[in-house]
């Protein structure tokens, strides 16, 4: 295949099929990530991003490429997850641009998509650094733009793309030390290399098929919820807060992230739900968005699961349950009756402040909630929300001012292409890059003084407050002059790994040692669900012995990923 022009069909094919390539090897550029944490990893980053894409565009035959520009566009934009997310859709949003009135395209117009797309994604960051997927991009598109014609085979343009691709990707390590003290490449850069291999595939007609995901141990379900085969039978009935506002394709929209076999019934009072899913804290975490809870039922079906379930009926799911009867059962064996449920409703008044944040773990989102957090997307590490969950808060919040808390660096960008979306709100994204800094911002959050005043004081919070997290190594390493083995225990402070040592308890006295000084007044300690009391008990003693003047406080966050989160003021 070597098409000169572009129509809508052509295109949803090759973005397609570079979206497959990157979902089936998503998990070598994990592997290329230069911190060995267990962080929000690229490459799964990435092909949700571009999955989110393609699934804005995979009902639109015949349609002209402005169209499919526009909506691919704003998939990936909705679905951006991280920081390599966000910048990824910019790179693929510069179609929407470039294919404006147009039925179809020529090469030089696709080529013209990719270089506004190089310029979208550079003024998406605030400070852009090369030796990263910018450089990749850019030297790639301007390779292709220096040879394309009006008469240009697309194929033949894009191996010059690919070529330099390759090339320019070589050379991130010289462009970024820290690549080169990791001996790895970029690992954005290459995910955009898989996704561009894949489109040059499908000019040549090679067509890839999406391989079933394998599960990893510890990897976040949002990962590989298309997989869900059994998992719980979720299923729960909600008295709704807005009656009829109730917006029930995005509460569908929402539960079908995590799941499959939905069915949502509802009228102006109620609504009933029907999901499976491996996660049904987060559906039921949905649910609550919309209402008070007048009953629920979860079941493992991946226990009860028998032949029988195997060989249902196409018209029944894997409970053995017709949906429709299956949920009204449900409801039957409540004894809530709607109108009984409908008197206790109350009329929120809007609020001057909302404030939304991303976190984990059932003691940290207790701990922000008394802070006075109106709305909590469970997340961080592995668990990057995407541009639209953002979006999604923001509604739900019923106040003027949205403030925003990422508490990590990798969602930040992504929290702030949501404050660009969002119109009829004002949004204002705190740039608090990990759970200590955010926690820190919220004690100098004042809802009676002037916007711009809580604002600046929050943000001076973060200036001056220290970092500190533990958590372990994922592979073998060098960062930072450090020699670093799989299963260390790593002490970070303010984002750079500063201790490696085989012991938890003992790299936790030194991460102490580094961040404390005599000015320092107040240590808050919240410690993960890998961690017992006793351990605590120690760092309690161990702190009241050498710093005896110090405050402390201590909360237990159950969080997952980091066995401590260390914040001092």
């Not at 391989?211 to 008295?239: L, M, N, R």
């Not at 569908?252 to 499976?276: P, Y």
């Not at 649910?287 to 029944?316: C, P, R, V, W």
């Not at 639209?388 to 003027?400: H, K, Q, S």
């Amino acid at each position: 295949m070597n098409p000169k022009t572009i129509d809508g069909n052509l295109f949803k094919l090759i973005i397609t099929n570079g979206t497959i390539n990157l979902k089936n090897n998503h998990q070598v550029i994990n592997d290329l990530n230069v911190f060995p944490v267990p962080d929000g990893d690229t490459g799964s980053n990435m092909q949700s991003t571009m999955m989110s894409g393609v699934q804005s565009i995979q009902d639109l035959a015949d349609e002209p490429v402005e169209k499919l520009g526009k909506a691919l566009s704003r998939g990936l934009l909705m679905g951006a997850r991280g920081n390599s997310g966000v910048i990824l859709s910019q790179l693929f949003s510069g179609f929407a641009k470039a294919f404006s009135e147009l039925t179809v395209a020529t090469t030089k117009q696709f080529i013209q998509g990719l270089k506004f797309g190089v310029q979208q994604a550079y003024g998406a960051v605030i400070n852009p650094v090369e030796g990263t997927i910018l450089t990749v991009a850019r030297e790639a598109a301007d390779k292709a733009e220096s040879i394309v014609k009006e008469d240009s085979d697309l194929l033949e343009v894009m191996e010059v793309y690919l070529n330099e691709a390759n090339a320019s990707l070589k050379r991130t390590p010289d462009l970024l030390p820290v690549l080169k003290e990791s001996g790895v490449v970029d690992s954005g850069g290459a995910g955009l290399i898989v996704i561009v291999e894949g489109i040059v595939a499908a000019l040549k007609g090679e067509i890839y098929a999406e391989e079933k995901a394998k599960k990893a141990k510890g990897k976040s379900p949002e990962y590989d919820k298309q997989d869900v085969e059994f998992g719980y039978c979720t299923e729960f009935i909600i008295q709704l807060k807005q009656g009829k506002k109730f917006n029930r394709d995005k509460l569908v929209k929402q539960l079908s992230r995590l799941g499959d076999s939905i069915v949502v019934v509802a009228d102006d009072e109620i609504c009933k739900v029907h999901v499976h899913t491996e996660t049904p804290g987060d559906a039921l975490n949905i649910g609550q968005i919309y209402g008070e809870f007048a009953n629920l039922k979860i079941e493992n079906m991946t226990l009860q699961h028998t032949e029988t379930l195997l060989h249902s009926a196409s018209d029944e799911d894997d409970c053995g349950h017709d949906h429709h009867e299956h949920i009204e059962h449900v409801f039957e064996e409540t004894d809530v009756k709607p109108q009984a449920m409908r008197s206790d409703f109350t009329i929120e008044t809007r609020k001057k402040f909302g404030i939304i944040t991303v976190v984990n773990g059932r003691g940290l989102k207790r701990m922000f909630e008394e802070m006075g957090v109106d709305y909590i997307i469970d997340g961080g590490q592995t668990m990057n929300p995407a541009t639209e969950d953002f979006i999604d808060a923001v509604d739900e919040v019923n106040a003027d001012n949205i403030i925003i808390i990422p508490n990590n660096k990798n969602v930040l960008l992504s929290a702030e292409h949501a404050a660009k979306a969002v119109e009829d709100k004002n949004v204002i994204v705190i740039p608090a890059k990990t759970v200590a800094q955010g926690y820190a911002s919220l004690t100098m959050f004042d809802a009676n003084q002037p916007l711009e005043d809580t604002i600046e004081e929050m943000k001076e919070l973060i200036d001056h407050v220290k970092s500190g997290e533990i958590t372990y190594a994922v592979r073998d390493t060098e960062v930072n002059g450090l020699t670093i083995k799989k299963g260390d225990y790593l002490g970070i402070q303010d984002g750079k790994i500063v201790l490696s040592k085989e012991k938890r308890l003992e790299t936790m006295f030194s991460l102490l040692d580094e961040l404390l000084d005599e000015e320092s007044e107040i240590v808050t300690i919240m410690y993960g669900e890998e961690v017992d009391e006793e351990e605590v008990n120690e760092i309690m003693a161990y702190l009241e012995e050498k710093y005896s003047d110090l405050e402390v406080e201590v909360v237990d966050g159950q969080q997952a990923i980091y066995d401590y989160l260390i914040a001092v003021e």
